[in-house]
């Protein structure tokens, strides 16, 4: 394997080597990377108005089509040469032999010479060739980029994969599925934005950059402002500023953006990830949940024409009823062993979570341990839309608790193919309680007020008054993977985080 990769790295050297010294030559000869050529097509337009037309037809059409795009592949026949032509919408064939060209400038042993990867532009006019394929006849070409890199021939294996992550702007060229999938979160993305303003929802946007991290508990990115001599944070959540605008006097808003946070690598899982944070005023987690399900079937008409969605070997039908359990349902129906009274006790829970290899903390109490049960044994198996309640209040630091049972709290999560798509609940807007939560959370975390703290702004805001409100958060990529039929999340982040390449 090695032999052979130390040979395809000699002759993609001698191949671009080669290519350099024809670049130098055009060069000579006054080839600047030329920006004056002007399309009045694309290869989908092209199809869409010639295809259905028939030989006799396309002869009788003296309309001159120029076209540009990327050279993928090259065939020579005899005295003339076929070029696919790629450009961002499809791929169309090129034809010209040599007769094609009038003028001495379009030099047809010149277009034959054209390298795979050369981007070009094209003038001619539309034919069907003996079998039946559109095809642009070419009359006349300018070299717009000459490529100094060969394309690659095909991906295969676990290196190639990774590859293929890490020189995105290849795949794209070569994987035309690829480009679909992307089009596609931009599409869906889109119809998300169009369904919140449809329901009067105003979108906003809140720092990236937070003096404290906060809003959701992970360990952030750290950075420095110079000018302002302070340690600073990328956020991990924008939830405490959006909040802060409740508070303010809006009452719904939502805001698509990023967030970061610093911590493990996985399918599912990338540092830097998108989101979409909803919150509204004077609702209650229970109207975010019906607003989750209207959204998801909004989508699934938009992009899918209300049928199944089929998502691997799954079909997701969601004009049906979506499957609703508390968390300790569904633990005590994925896991047959545990009985109802076992999830009551901290000795027994904590027997069963070392029955299941889970490392637990002695400071951990019941709710952490049933949490950790509940993701260990039972979120990959829910495949089906979800809806999982009645969280514990110890993992809920920001939402309201139960009014016949504070051990729990007012919050959701949706699933869909093993994942969590959304998490949702009913706002703790009482300033007194949240603040001891904020300072039982640094306590339990052992850390100093010099090192880190609480966001006292924002408990001041709460002071001032928050009305009821609900909350929302959907990870718009793994929305998206459903929607794409994707199981990496890498396969629908453009540019993932990928870990550095050893020498």
Same mark, same amino acid.
Request: hydrophobic residues 35%; positive net charge; aromatic residues 12%.
């Given at each position: 394997?090695?032999?052979?990769?130390?040979?395809?790295?000699?002759?993609?050297?001698?191949?671009?080597?080669?290519?350099?010294?024809?670049?130098?030559?055009?060069?000579?000869?006054?080839?600047?990377?030329?920006?004056?050529?002007?399309?009045?097509?694309?290869?989908?337009?092209?199809?869409?108005?010639?295809?259905?037309?028939?030989?006799?037809?396309?002869?009788?059409?003296?309309?001159?089509?120029?076209?540009?795009?990327?050279?993928?592949?090259?065939?020579?026949?005899?005295?003339?040469?076929? *070029?696919?032509?790629?450009?961002?919408?499809?791929?169309?064939?090129?034809?010209?032999?040599?007769?094609?060209?009038?003028?001495?400038?379009?030099?047809?042993?010149?277009?034959?010479?054209?390298?795979?990867?050369?981007?070009?532009?094209?003038?001619?006019?539309?034919?069907?060739?003996?079998?039946?394929?559109?095809?642009?006849?070419?009359?006349?070409?300018?070299?717009?980029?000459?490529?100094?890199?060969?394309?690659?021939?095909?991906?295969?294996?676990?290196?190639?994969?990774?590859?293929?992550?890490?020189?995105?702007?290849?795949?794209?060229?070569?994987?035309?599925?690829?480009?679909?999938?992307?089009?596609?979160?931009?599409?869906?993305?889109?119809?998300?934005?169009?369904?919140?303003?449809?329901?009067?929802?105003?979108?906003?946007?809140?720092?990236?950059?937070?003096?404290?991290?906060?809003?959701? *508990?992970?360990?952030?990115?750290?950075?420095?402002?110079?000018?302002?001599?302070?340690?600073?944070?990328?956020?991990?959540?924008?939830?405490?500023?959006?909040?802060?605008?409740?508070?303010?006097?809006?009452?719904?808003?939502?805001?698509?953006?990023?967030?970061?946070?610093?911590?493990?690598?996985?399918?599912?899982?990338?540092?830097?990830?998108?989101?979409?944070? *909803?919150?509204?005023?004077?609702?209650?987690?229970?109207?975010?949940?019906?607003?989750?399900?209207?959204?998801?079937?909004?989508?699934?008409?938009?992009?899918?024409?209300?049928?199944p969605l089929k998502y691997q070997k799954n079909l997701f039908d969601f004009n049906q009823p979506f499957q609703k359990f508390t968390m300790k349902e569904s633990i005590l129906k994925?896991?047959?062993?545990?009985?109802?009274?076992?999830?009551?006790?901290?000795?027994?829970i904590k027997k069963i979570a070392q029955k299941i290899n889970l490392k637990i903390k002695n400071t951990w109490k019941i709710g952490k341990v049933l949490t950790e049960i509940f993701?260990?044994?039972?979120?990959?198996?829910?495949?089906?839309?979800?809806?999982?309640?009645?969280?514990?209040?110890?993992?809920?630091?920001?939402?309201?608790?139960?009014?016949?049972?504070?051990?729990?709290?007012?919050?959701?999560?949706?699933?869909?193919?093993?994942?969590?798509?959304?998490?949702?609940?009913?706002?703790?807007?009482?300033?007194?309680?949240?603040?001891?939560?904020?300072?039982?959370?640094?306590?339990?975390?052992? *850390?100093?007020?010099?090192?880190?703290?609480?966001?006292?702004?924002?408990?001041?805001?709460?002071?001032?008054?928050?009305?009821?409100?609900?909350?929302?958060?959907?990870?718009?990529?793994?929305?998206?993977?459903?929607?794409?039929?994707?199981?990496?999340?890498?396969?629908?982040?453009?540019?993932?985080?990928?870990?550095?390449?050893?020498?």
């Amino acid at each position: 394997m090695a032999k052979n990769n130390k040979n395809t790295n000699m002759t993609q050297n001698s191949e671009r080597e080669n290519r350099i010294q024809k670049l130098k030559l055009l060069k000579k000869n006054g080839f600047n990377f030329p920006n004056h050529f002007m399309t009045n097509n694309s290869s989908e337009k092209i199809f869409l108005k010639y295809n259905k037309k028939n030989k006799k037809e396309l002869e009788k059409s003296t309309f001159q089509i120029k076209i540009a795009g990327r050279i993928v592949k090259k065939r020579i026949m005899g005295k003339a040469t076929f *070029i696919i032509l790629q450009d961002s919408e499809n791929e169309i064939q090129i034809y010209a032999n040599q007769n094609s060209f009038k003028s001495k400038k379009y030099n047809y042993f010149f277009f034959k010479n054209l390298d795979l990867g050369d981007i070009i532009g094209v003038k001619g006019n539309i034919f069907k060739t003996r079998t039946n394929e559109t095809t642009i006849h070419c009359k006349e070409f300018i070299l717009l980029t000459k490529s100094l890199r060969p394309l690659p021939e095909k991906y295969h294996g676990l290196v190639n994969k990774e590859i293929k992550y890490r020189k995105r702007y290849i795949d794209l060229i070569s994987d035309k599925n690829l480009k679909k999938t992307f089009k596609k979160r931009a599409i869906l993305i889109s119809f998300i934005r169009k369904y919140m303003k449809k329901k009067k929802f105003l979108e906003v946007e809140t720092p990236m950059l937070h003096n404290i991290p906060g809003g959701a *508990i992970a360990k952030p990115f750290t950075t420095y402002h110079h000018s302002l001599n302070k340690k600073m944070y990328l956020r991990i959540a924008p939830e405490l500023y959006l909040k802060r605008l409740i508070i303010g006097g809006f009452e719904k808003i939502f805001e698509i953006n990023k967030n970061f946070r610093n911590e493990g690598i996985s399918f599912k899982h990338n540092p830097e990830f998108t989101m979409m944070e *909803i919150y509204i005023a004077y609702k209650n987690y229970k109207y975010m949940m019906r607003f989750l399900k209207k959204l998801i079937k909004y989508i699934n008409k938009k992009i899918n024409k209300n049928k199944p969605l089929k998502y691997q070997k799954n079909l997701f039908d969601f004009n049906q009823p979506f499957q609703k359990f508390t968390m300790k349902e569904s633990i005590l129906k994925f896991n047959r062993f545990i009985k109802k009274q076992d999830l009551e006790d901290i000795d027994k829970i904590k027997k069963i979570a070392q029955k299941i290899n889970l490392k637990i903390k002695n400071t951990w109490k019941i709710g952490k341990v049933l949490t950790e049960i509940f993701e260990k044994t039972v979120e990959k198996k829910l495949i089906q839309p979800t809806f999982i309640t009645e969280y514990p209040s110890e993992v809920s630091p920001l939402s309201r608790r139960k009014n016949d049972n504070k051990n729990f709290s007012e919050r959701f999560e949706f699933f869909m193919g093993g994942y969590e798509i959304g998490n949702g609940f009913s706002e703790l807007n009482d300033p007194q309680e949240q603040k001891k939560i904020f300072k039982k959370q640094i306590k339990l975390k052992n *850390i100093t007020k010099t090192n880190k703290t609480y966001d006292q702004d924002y408990i001041i805001a709460l002071e001032h008054g928050m009305p009821p409100t609900a909350g929302l958060g959907i990870g718009i990529d793994r929305l998206i993977m459903i929607f794409t039929n994707q199981t990496n999340i890498k396969d629908v982040i453009i540019f993932p985080t990928l870990s550095i390449l050893k020498k």
